[in-house]
């Protein structure tokens, strides 16, 4: 959507006079009593009597401008006094907020005690961090029982789209949403993860999305799951203006147009500069695509950094500056692209960590993040994160769906720019890896274990290691190294190490990062008595374990797939024997349906020849996600490496069978 067409939407909104501000009647009920819990919700530590997220567009009449605004009410009962220090500090986020227009909060005690905050102890609190601020305030005459309730109503920035979340770690007793606007303009909402449906009605001129929702269970976080995602919410976005026209307004096609005038419309002088630069880049044109690709993006990550927010858009500056905004530089790298004849195509997705991208519903918060795709490679680059190197891409936009663009595809029939919505894959198990061989050796002493570990990161799995350690001044190498190596083994004395692959733009697909140490450790090993005891487990390093034994209610989502093989080579003291060997034997695997290769597994198993006892290890995880249904088979092969990491060998004088 270009800006003519933006501005010309926002004029036809504000033609008409509209029904103002009935958020701004809102008021709580006063003088009320506590409300009664069930059996049920006395057990709870804490539970949200109220959650309701309220929104209005409506007609500031004096300004003659069109205005938003929202309405959160909550009222929690907190039962204990943990949930006490959860509750009683309330933060307001000022995010897109242009004022606080209302603001009450007390709290209600079980002998109906009524206690309002005063308005004095409100703080502001300015937060570089996440880019904003935020009001706090803490509520008095709290004790086990009361009830904390506060309502605020906010002027916001003007937006047509939204997220509200209903569920969280406590139960919600009663969940309410509205969404108010004038007749003439229509909004579309969807709810997820199970909350009620939106209703739509129309009174008095004034058109109301509502749904309301009850016994909302707590949502707790899990291992192995997205919280966020799983949370139950309402999405809406602005579907239709009929005082403009019936067809509907920002559609995927309409972003497309926005995205493609943002991205590929240059003034003749950032035309200039980025012709400029890319002449010095010298791309010579017997280069691959993928070869120029490289270039391209490694002289841009290694010369230019982003400045969220703040940084410039524009060519000329960026290219004279060395920084610039996220969409500046994906300015940049479109234009050498073009220059360099590399077919590709402008996307943008959600990070799955927080939300799922939705093709059917075209609320443009989905749009976070920018990728490009080339076709002819069937490969993405990231050009926001300065960590990554093509073709690897944050884990999190993969397994997930994006918005796509060819910016040289002939336009429709229907005048507009066509799209696709691709399904980004993401790498299989073998591309992503932390492979270990380690050889262990008792000193004659038998005092203290030798080792020389040899340790493999790829893709993923060395995702950040390698970038940060191409990056980081000597100091900070050497504690990042040590850390890795002691992995192994927590109390070891380094002898020496030696990197491979930590050189600055390495495509960590190709190239592993690759770390070879001696050292040598006591805590490995311990005498008990006339045995010695080696922890040979502790030596692939802690394990992630789901011992505990609350009802899983999370789907399984990993991060990426991702495999650990291990090779662990034991040289035995001359003349003693290991008394427990079948303890190494461990044999998980998970295998969905008729599937070739497992969903998941680890198998450990041992082999001895001589005084050489040699044990191998295979782990893999070849799906992101595991259903409810056999949550239990994947749980059996991540607790079974977490059970190896716990082996411990007996060795005791005697001879080998």
Request: aromatic share 12%; charged share 25%.
């Amino acid at each position: 959507m270009n800006k003519y067409t933006y501005l010309l939407l926002l004029l036809c909104l504000v033609q008409l006079p509209l029904q103002a501000q009935n958020l701004l009647q809102y008021e709580w009920e006063e003088n009320r009593k506590q409300h009664t819990l069930t059996a049920k919700e006395q057990e709870e530590p804490a539970i949200a009597l109220l959650n309701r997220q309220s929104y209005e567009y409506a007609v500031d009449e004096e300004k003659g401008a069109l205005k938003q605004y929202t309405l959160t009410h909550r009222i929690v009962k907190v039962n204990t006094d943990n949930a006490i220090e959860q509750h009683n500090r309330i933060y307001i986020p000022l995010h897109n907020t242009e004022s606080i227009l209302q603001l009450k909060a007390r709290s209600i005690s079980p002998d109906g005690k009524v206690t309002e905050v005063d308005k004095n102890n409100i703080k502001e609190i300015k937060d570089d961090d996440s880019q904003g601020a935020y009001r706090i305030f803490a509520l008095e005459g709290v004790v086990k029982g009361s009830e904390i309730e506060y309502y605020y109503l906010e002027e916001n920035s003007l937006g047509f789209f939204g997220r509200a979340y209903f569920q969280s770690a406590i139960p919600c007793r009663k969940a309410v949403f509205t969404l108010e606007c004038p007749s003439f303009i229509q909004f579309d909402a969807r709810s997820y993860n199970g909350f009620s449906s939106p209703v739509e009605t129309i009174t008095d001129g004034m058109r109301v999305l509502a749904a309301e929702h009850s016994n909302i269970p707590a949502l707790r976080k899990q291992e192995f799951a997205k919280y966020n995602a799983n949370r139950q919410r309402i999405e809406f976005r602005l579907n239709k203006n009929l005082r403009y026209s019936a067809d509907p307004i920002f559609t995927w096609s309409d972003a497309i147009g926005y995205i493609n005038n943002q991205v590929y419309q240059l003034e003749a002088k950032e035309d200039k500069a980025a012709q400029k630069l890319y002449k010095s880049l010298k791309i010579d044109a017997s280069l691959t695509p993928k070869e120029k690709i490289h270039k391209i993006e490694n002289h841009l990550k290694t010369n230019f950094l982003i400045q969220k927010g703040l940084g410039s858009g524009k060519l000329e500056e960026i290219i004279k500056g060395g920084y610039g905004s996220e969409l500046g530089l994906v300015r940049l790298y479109a234009s050498l692209f073009k220059l360099a004849g590399v077919s590709h195509e402008v996307g943008l997705t959600s990070s799955r960590e927080n939300i799922r991208f939705d093709p059917e519903f075209s609320s443009w918060n989905y749009l976070e993040t920018y990728l490009f795709y080339f076709p002819a490679l069937d490969m993405y680059l990231a050009p926001e994160d300065m960590m990554y190197r093509f073709p690897l891409i944050p884990y999190d936009n993969t397994f997930n769906s994006g918005l796509f663009f060819n910016q040289a595809a002939a336009i429709g029939a229907n005048g507009k720019q066509p799209y696709t919505i691709r399904q980004i894959s993401t790498p299989g198990y073998k591309a992503n890896f932390h492979n270990m061989d380690i050889q262990l050796k008792l000193t004659p002493a038998l005092d203290k274990v030798l080792l020389q570990v040899r340790q493999e990161y790829g893709g993923y799995s060395a995702a950040y290691l390698q970038p940060a350690y191409a990056l980081m001044p000597k100091e900070q190498r050497e504690e990042m190294v040590q850390s890795l190596i002691k992995f192994a083994a927590p109390d070891a004395q380094i002898e020496k190490y030696n990197i491979t692959g930590g050189e600055p733009n390495t495509n960590v697909l190709e190239k592993p990062f690759v770390i070879d140490a001696s050292l040598n450790s006591t805590a490995l090993l311990e005498r008990a008595g006339n045995k010695y005891l080696l922890k040979v487990g502790q030596v692939i390093g802690p394990q992630s374990e789901l011992y505990q034994e609350e009802v899983r209610t999370l789907t399984v989502e990993n991060e990426f797939n991702r495999m650990y093989d291990r090779t662990i080579r034991i040289e035995l003291p001359e003349g003693y024997v290991v008394k427990n060997p079948e303890d190494i034997r461990i044999n998980k695997i998970f295998k969905q349906n008729n599937a070739e290769t497992p969903h998941c597994l680890f198998t450990s198993d041992y082999k001895q020849t001589g005084n050489m006892l040699e044990i191998t290890i295979e782990e893999f995880y070849n799906e992101i996600e595991c259903d409810l249904e056999n949550y239990e088979k994947f749980r059996e092969v991540v607790n079974a490496a977490a059970d190896f990491n716990k082996v411990t060998l007996v060795l005791e004088k005697g001879k080998a069978n």
